[in-house]
């Protein structure tokens, strides 16, 4: 059988019967695609991230003979059951800085998640050495002086970082002393989203509530684009046999 093919009138007529709708109907798919953005997003662009956490905290002390306050900050290294594979210094603060190595490393965490999944992950900690200030009688800042912090790491994430703090003050006819323990969220702009107390010192807890709510943050980057995270912080009160300044 001889195969049929199309005269050139037929295809010019075709042509002309159809370009028009073809036409429309791509102009309306474009119009789609304009209208919702874009192509949808892959899946794993989807992916839920859930940051780690402190799930038991030990009491921080206070070195005795201290000269100065300040803050330490940290870097805990996690793996995907949540033990600690590594302690980086990220603001040193000699001689604190050996007190909240040595206090950390024992604490215990929940890993991160991602999907659902357990991952290794990155969690900042930043422990303060309140001066011994009963009813704020004596003369001292408020606003705690904060150096450079050391990168965290070379991969993609970056942790929160405190941008302004406050020392946390001693509530009226107290000498308490201890550690306060939190975790804090930290939104996509850098505001704080919750606060969870770990470790209360009874007596101090509510100051340091108080204290926690001045700070103010630069949030998380995932590859450059901001994420919620979490960090957390110690307020730690000597005694007052400890200090000397």
Request: charged content about 10%; some cysteine; glycine content about 6%.
């Amino acid at each position: 059988m001889q195969a049929l093919v199309p005269c050139e009138a037929s295809v010019a007529s075709w042509k002309a019967n159809h370009a028009g709708p073809m036409r429309r109907i791509l102009g309306i798919a474009v119009a789609a695609i304009l209208f919702t953005g874009s192509i949808p997003p892959p899946a794993w662009a989807k992916s839920e991230y859930r940051a780690p956490e402190i799930t038991r905290a030990g009491n921080i002390k206070f070195p005795v003979n201290a000269l100065r306050t300040g803050i330490v900050t940290l870097a805990v290294n996690l793996d995907a059951a949540g033990n600690v594979t590594r302690l980086d210094v990220l603001r040193d603060f000699p001689p604190f800085t050996s007190a909240a190595y040595a206090a950390v490393k024992t604490w215990t965490f929940a890993p991160a998640t991602l999907d659902g999944q357990a991952t290794s992950s990155v969690l900042p900690i930043s422990v303060v050495f309140n001066p011994f200030n009963p009813a704020g009688v004596s003369n001292l800042p408020s606003q705690i002086p904060l150096s450079p912090v050391n990168p965290a790491s070379n991969s993609g994430y970056v942790p929160p970082e405190i941008t302004s703090a406050y020392f946390a003050a001693y509530p009226v006819n107290s000498e308490a002393s201890g550690s306060v323990v939190l975790n804090v969220t930290i939104g996509k702009t850098g505001d704080l989203l919750r606060v969870h107390v770990i470790r209360s010192t009874p007596a101090l807890t509510p100051q340091v509530l108080q204290a926690i709510k001045t700070w103010r943050f630069l949030p998380a980057t995932w590859n450059g684009k901001p994420v919620v995270s979490r960090m957390g912080v110690s307020f730690v009160f000597p005694s007052a046999g400890s200090v000397n300044y």
